[in-house]
């Protein structure tokens, strides 16, 4: 579409819509810059630009090319022909397309996973996790985290969290297990539980819409995103933290957020120190970066375990799935496994105990 068009178009829809340029900007992934430029005509408004911001707006790509004007300048004739004729092309697919299906209620089943591209959360129907009692060196941790988790299950105020620190320290493991401690002890009156939604890093973008999905769902559950992090010019952490705290809507009530990520900041830390050396004022662009982190209201810092609780870890893991061997050839084993690994943590425990098992001829049922 040609570039001034588009942007008449785009700047149309969206005032129809109500919405200001960063409001739209937030919903769609992208700065107030990049809105503006659009509508300027200073940006070509290519297809895929306007399906990525007509989806943001909850409207069909058509909408760009619907309400031709009577007569055109001659110019233009053969561009409105052609933009009429792939209006027509997109009603007819959307005509053409099934119904999307109904998004799944949350007490359906007890996780889920948001399928961005179907628009739907997706059941799980096993979930990948540990119990709570195999946890070890994380005591701290695990307790803060399991009462801030029973407060939002009993309908009381609680902190979006921040799991940081080293890898494989356990991080996402203990708020699948915390889910599941939480539900197994729920008091009389409490029977529907909370739903676990995990939300991938790359879908973040869409979060705007599982919330606006989640906000009318019955029942409370954990939005969780795993091995969160941001880099380069990716803008979509705007989106998060409109949505965590601040926003018009800000986040529902019945949702709280869940993040693990290998940095405090969810930054690397180059794309901070650059944003401060290039910009007029070095403060605010450090602060724009740091206060993602300043959202959560928990902040839980996980860091590289020493000798005895990695031996602990093992213990607990060979001792559960009733692993017959020798104290004394278990430790030997396992300080030699982590040696090869290069790391002692709860992730690599678990590695050493399947492969304990499977010398052993046993499964990890």
């Known amino acids: 579409m040609p570039s001034k068009q588009g942007g008449l178009r785009l700047k ?24 503006q430029r659009l509508e300027s005509g200073r940006r070509r408004l290519t297809y895929e630009w306007m399906e990525r911001l007509a989806r943001a707006m909850g409207r069909s790509p058509a909408g760009f090319f619907a309400d031709q004007p009577a007569a055109a300048p001659p110019e233009t004739t053969n561009a409105i022909t052609a933009e009429a004729g792939l209006a027509r092309i997109a009603q007819a697919l959307e005509r053409l397309a099934p119904p999307r299906p109904p998004p799944a209620a949350l007490t359906d089943a007890e996780a889920f996973v948001w399928q961005a591209g179907k628009r739907r959360l997706e059941a799980v129907t096993e979930v990948n996790r540990i119990d ?8 701290a941790q695990k307790e803060t985290l399991l009462e801030n988790t029973s407060r939002f299950a009993r309908g009381l105020a609680a902190n979006n969290a921040l799991l940081w620190g080293a890898r494989g320290a356990g991080k996402s493991s203990l708020i699948k297990a915390v889910h599941a401690h939480v539900n197994a002890h729920l008091e009389a009156g409490e029977d529907d539980g909370l739903a676990l939604v995990e939300i991938h890093r790359e879908d973040i973008i869409t979060l705007p819409r599982l919330l606006g999905l989640l906000r009318t769902s019955q029942g409370r559950c954990l939005l969780f995103c795993d091995d969160l992090s941001f880099d380069g010019d990716d803008a979509s952490y705007k989106s998060l933290k409109g949505v965590l705290e601040g926003g018009v809507e800000g986040r529902p009530a019945n949702v709280l957020f869940y993040a693990t990520s290998n940095r405090r900041h969810l930054m690397d830390r180059r794309m901070i120190e650059n944003e401060g050396s290039t910009a007029i ?3 605010e662009a450090v602060d724009e970066k740091v206060s993602l982190s300043d959202r959560f209201g928990l902040w839980l810092g996980f860091h590289a375990f020493d000798q005895e609780t990695y031996l602990d870890i093992v213990k607990g893991y060979a001792s559960n799935y009733g692993l017959d061997i020798d104290n004394d050839r278990l430790r030997t084993r396992a300080l030699e496994w982590a040696k090869t690994r290069g790391a002692r943590s709860g992730r690599v425990a678990w590695q050493f105990i399947q492969d304990l098992a499977g010398g052993m001829g046993r499964r990890l049922d």
Do not use: E
């Open 281 to 283: 004022h070095p403060g």
């Open 12 to 35: 149309r829809m969206r005032t129809l819509a109500g919405l200001t340029q960063g409001r739209l900007g937030k919903m769609a992934g992208l700065s107030q810059a990049q809105v």
């Open 132 to 139: 709570i009692g195999l946890l070890k060196g994380i005591d």
